[in-house]
Antibody
């Protein structure tokens, strides 16, 4: 079945780095743009980063993580990554990956929101 | 970045009530808006995409409307299982942004 499974979350000290992974199965991973979304404890959802399908040439980041986080994908491994550097306490959150289906309908690109989400992986930044 | 503002922040209603949640965008996002439902300890679930399109498997009591900067999510007859937090999200342009959420409680 269609599934996303995040891993790599941990408790880390401020200033350290961490790489999150999101393993995809049950669908053609390379065909989908992918995203990371986080949720701080007791707070709302925050979009973190997105990457285009196939080669992932287009990447975008929230201002809060620009220059600090890097999103990437390895289509041969059906895996999405989030490299997080110089972590700060405010990066403490549950990190979700999600896919975003898009299709071309009569020459016009159609977008469908984020239809499949993983269960999340927890990152805690604390000394 | 486009700011998304939801109202109300919390909502209490009874089973069978008609419930409406509003989402306003700080600029025109056409119809590129999604609604999600999130229950405690669970990942968000897509309810509505492109402002008014019901995701497969979502009960028909959920509906979405609007375009441009004003959007609504309506639950036509509230059910106990609808207790959750609801988020709107614009995907007109990067950076994608979410509303702050509306917590819906059943009386």
């Amino acid at each position: 079945q269609v599934q996303l499974v995040e891993s790599g979350g941990a408790v880390v000290q401020p200033g350290r780095s961490l790489r999150l992974s999101c393993a995809a199965s049950g669908f053609i991973f390379s065909s989908y743009p992918m995203h990371w979304v986080r949720q701080a404890p007791g707070k709302g959802l925050e979009w973190v980063a997105g990457i285009s399908y196939l080669g992932g040439s287009t990447k975008s980041y929230a201002d809060s993580v620009k220059g600090q986080f890097t999103i990437s994908r390895d289509n041969s491994k059906n895996t999405l990554y989030l490299q997080m550097n110089n972590l700060r306490p405010e990066d403490t959150a549950l990190y979700y990956c999600a896919r975003e289906p898009r299709t071309l309908v009569r020459g016009i690109l159609q977008y469908y929101g984020m239809d499949v989400w993983g269960q999340g992986t927890t990152v805690t930044v604390s000394s | 970045d486009i700011q998304m503002t939801q109202s109300p922040s919390t909502l209490s209603a009874s089973v069978g009530d008609r419930v409406t949640i509003t989402c306003r965008a700080s600029q025109n996002i056409h119809s590129w808006l999604a609604w999600y439902q999130q229950k405690p300890g669970k990942a968000p679930k897509l309810l509505i995409f492109k402002a008014s399109n019901l995701e497969s498997g979502v009960p028909s009591r959920f509906s979405g409307s609007g375009s441009g900067t004003e959007f609504t999510l309506t639950i036509s007859s509230l059910q106990p299982d609808d207790s959750a937090t609801y988020y709107c999200q614009q995907y007109n342009s990067y950076a994608y942004t979410f509303g702050q959420g509306t917590k819906l409680e059943i009386k």
